[in-house]
């Protein structure tokens, strides 16, 4: 059997094995067995192939792990990375009372949304957008502006 293939089949067992195991090491194997089989196929000597088999899953574990786990893994995202709602920091008008911690209206932008505060806001008083709810964007957490323009100052 020509060293070649070999290298192939010796590749193909790390990814196999990958799928068993999920440590996310064992692909980087299967790709330095493949690198290795590129020299095989070229004729060089063994002790190259190897060589290159160790160097090339060396280099590609060090450099491409953590990317390619992250890929994988379907990395998740930390808080501070996570996307600002697009309607934090504009400003509105309370069209229909709110309440504290019960769901109101506002007007932002000429839209209307279901809005919640920690205050009571009546009709036709002007607020901030500071957020949304983690579990239903579109419900946005407003505050009066008379109180953002308290805690600015303070």
């Not at 160790?54 to 379907?74: A, D, E, Q, W």
């Not at 008083?125 to 949304?132: F, P, R, Y």
């Amino acid at each position: 059997m020509e060293a070649y293939l070999v290298w192939l089949i010796i590749g193909v067992g790390f990814f196999l094995l990958e799928l068993a195991m999920p440590v996310f090491v064992l692909f980087f194997f299967g790709v330095g067995a493949w690198t290795a089989a590129l020299a095989a196929w070229g004729n060089q000597s063994f002790r190259l192939e190897i060589f290159i088999f160790i160097l090339s899953s060396t280099v590609t574990l060090l450099l491409f792990r953590r990317l390619m786990r992250n890929v994988f893994s379907g990395g998740t995202k930390k808080p501070e990375q996570e996307k600002k709602h697009e309607m934090v920091g504009r400003r509105g008008v309370a069209s229909r009372e709110i309440r504290a911690g019960q769901t109101g209206e506002v007007d932002v932008s000429g839209s209307f949304w279901r809005a919640v505060s920690d205050d009571d806001i009546p009709r036709g008083e002007e607020v901030s957008v500071v957020g949304a709810l983690p579990d239903d964007e579109m419900t946005l957490k407003v505050v009066p502006l008379g109180n953002l323009k308290k805690q600015e100052f303070t």
